[in-house]
């Protein structure tokens, strides 16, 4: 690949929707080069929401086709970062 491509996901509810989350995650696991997961800390305990930072790789269909599946979860947003390289 000639560039990077980071995917930020921001759930919402975190204890409702990590299953729905992970079940992705394990789907596409073989294209996911780095996780990395942000949560939120309110007084002290954790908050209901947090971030996971996916570094991908594979073909752009199937980072796209990653993306939209985690765009489905109800409390999921999802944005893309593609950072180019020149030779």
Do not use: W, Y
Request: aromatic share 4%; with cysteine.
């Amino acid at each position: 690949m000639d560039h990077h491509i980071i995917l930020g996901i921001h759930v919402i509810d975190r204890i409702e929707r990590a299953g729905d989350v992970q079940e992705v995650l394990s789907e596409f696991g073989c294209n996911i080069k780095t996780r990395i997961g942000l949560h939120d800390v309110a007084n002290a305990e954790c908050a209901p929401s947090g971030v996971i930072l996916l570094e991908m790789f594979g073909t752009e269909d199937l980072v796209e086709e990653c993306e939209q599946a985690l765009a489905a979860i109800e409390g999921v947003d999802v944005k893309k970062m593609v950072f180019e390289h020149s030779a």
